[in-house]
RNA sequence: GCCCAUGUAGCUCAGUCGGUAGAGCACUUCCUUGGUAAGGAAGAGGUCACGGGUUCGAAUCCCGUCGUGGGCUCCA
């Protein structure tokens, strides 16, 4: 006779006898689709048995627990007919992700996504057989044998690494795997699944490491939550900014440059206007524009670290195979080697604080630059404007007394909440970089400077996390994040400290006292690269860019060509006013030129036929919206002044 | 850089078993003067990414290089 604990489900208590499984102690509560519980807050299975006194929630397959499970339990699946259609691959480490999940194989050939059909094949077969998933708990040792034996040497790996000194097995069918859990309590639960894709991941994502096999995927409780998923990332896809680059004819690629955008006309205005926007902030804030050299000795990344740390992402310049392009001497063309282009402005912006001698009457001295930077990235890195070779930041460079750090950081963080909001980004993620491999500096002076960061976010509000090991080799950040079309998150504004470059530079400043003290620089940029910006930006607004972005901002329509001339005055009159705008008087029919001002994303389209003609008026079409007002050329041009600006 | 996929007209894509290229859109010209997301006709446009190889013959098969896409790694 078991000894008796109390259970309480929602809300309820009863008293079981010790050792009934959780799915026996919910007695059917929370309804037919609960797969896991959470017992005294810890995710479990339906058939762990209980052994105290216990809270018990049940967790239904469509809530966001639930979820996690499915997808955890479909990784299981996937991994059982990997194995089971190529015997002698050996499974690594399969967890869950945002969407979905993803599985690391070592096969003995890598994956294609010919394989995928056949694998999800099998999948269904084993869900359809609805194998019972037991949980098997054994000593640690003991597992590492039993894994051993079956020649999965990746799992006695991670086993090697575990303190634990029981661990849980997985049983599903003749198929087992080491894992935490929990998981459903047999196969057929998973009934809505997809593999998206494969890829190669580094084991332990170390590049010196074996490459692994990736095969994505993604589950839903139902098929219709599937569905719908699938739908928004063809959705998503729409937006690609690559997509609508090109559409919209903004800028273009060409393999003469990998990774360097050529902005076309309608582009360079959004950056243009982008950048114009800043300077105007730039006044606001204090801030003072500079411009510095494209290419530097070498001597200056000597001097700044970045030979040491950032070197192999440089374009050096050299024009002797096999050289490293150090020395500045060597025959009659000497003279030009021996130079690099500018990775960062920071630098280079240390002669320009270094250009007088300087008190503490000049601090902060700030100072912005939008010069051009070219980073040598990985082939593999690149991707449309979000990972560039080439790019301008809204660079800027704070050079202060200590005690004005968290003065200045907080200036900086009010210039990023005006930037986003006028930009209509809500929803912003920030994390504090920590010091990574390759720094400058001790680590006390890091951990003092993360600290500082921290407790400037705290102090604005915004909520973070840490980014262990990320920091720039100099010094921690603050990183912005915003989310693209597809999810992915892409780092744009960031506010990094830094004690090192004014050091290495030997900055000084004479103090009130009359000593000389070492200012701190801190480096920052709201929009992070122009670039990156312009790519984050389309794909948030679909291409709809508010009025004083959009590269085109009026597009008169003229009807035939007996208006012809009116319309083509009613579009001077609108660029007199300071407006981009132009006439479309092709021999084409109205909805013909409605279609293509829409598709080129004109916020403004004017209408003009016989009727307006003979009134002196228009008849406005505005983009994805009211279509058919007729209005006077005065109250026209009214309207489009009211089209709101950020300050 | 690494893994997988991929590269045909400006763009989006067909091209069977190897027999030296096709469509739609865009472009040019003509007809049409049309009221809010594609009017009609004709024409022009391609060293099938590049370099090798196999073959009587390669867009097609093989190897390499470059680019691109999805990841890994790296980062604004």
Known sequence: MSPAISVTVNGATHTVAAGVSVRQALDGAGGRDVIAARVNGKLVDMSRPLEHDATVEPIAADSPAGIEVIRHSTAHLMAQAVQSLFPGTQVTIGPT??????????????????????????????????????????????????????????????????????????????????????????????????????????????????????????????????????????????????????????????????????????????????????????????????????????????????WENFRENMFLTNDREGEAGDEVDAGSDGWRKGYAFKPMNCPGHTFVYRAEKRSYRDLPLRIADFGRLHRAERSGALHGLTRVRTMAQDDAHVFCAPEQV???????????????????????????????????????????????????????????????????????KIEIYVPDALKRKWQLATIQLDYNMPERFDLTYTTSAGSEARPVMIHRAILGSLERFIGVLIEHTGGVLPMWLAPEQVRVLSLSEKVEDYAAEVAALIKAEGWRASADLRNEKLGFKVREAELAKVPFMVVVGEREAAAREVSLRLLRGAKGQTLGLAALLALLKAEPVPA
Request: charged share 30%.
């Open 406 to 476: 968290a003065e200045e950081i907080d200036l900086n963080l009010r210039m990023v909440r005006d930037v986003y909001t006028a930009l209509g980004f809500e929803r912003l993620e920030s994390r504090v970089a920590t010091m990574p491999e390759k720094h400058l500096g001790t680590a006390e002076t890091w951990r003092a400077n993360e600290a500082v960061l921290g407790a400037a976010l705290d102090r604005n509000g915004l909520p973070w996390e840490e980014n262990p090991g990320e920091g720039a080799f100099y010094g921690p």
């Open 97 to 306: 992700i945002e969407d979905g999940f993803f599985y690391d194989f070592a096969p003995a050939r890598p994956f294609t996504v010919e394989d995928l059909p056949r694998i999800e094949q099998k999948m269904r077969e084993l869900a359809k057989a609805d194998l019972k998933v037991e949980r098997i708990e054994v000593a640690r040792d003991e597992a590492i044998e039993t894994f051993e034996r079956m020649g999965e040497h990746y799992k006695v790996e991670i086993l090697e690494n575990i303190p634990e000194e029981r661990v849980s097995i997985y049983k599903q069918g003749d198929w087992m795997d080491l894992c935490r859990g929990p998981h459903v309590p047999s196969t057929r639960y998973i009934r809505a699944f997809k593999l998206t894709s494969v890829a190669g991941a580094y084991w332990r994502g170390d590049e010196h490491n074996a490459m692994l096999s990736r095969i994505y995927g993604t589950s839903f409780a139902t098929k219709e939550a599937l569905e719908e998923h699938l739908q928004l990332i063809e959705l998503a896809r729409t937006r690609d900014h690559r997509k609508l680059g090109r559409e919209m004819g903004l800028f273009l690629f060409d393999p003469i440059s990998p990774g360097s955008p050529f902005f076309l006309p309608k582009g360079a205005i959004i950056y243009g206007a982008l950048v114009d926007y800043m300077r105007r902030l730039y006044r606001r804030y204090g801030f003072d524009e500079v411009i510095t050299p494209q290419v530097f000795k070498n001597e200056l990344w000597h001097t700044s670290g970045h």
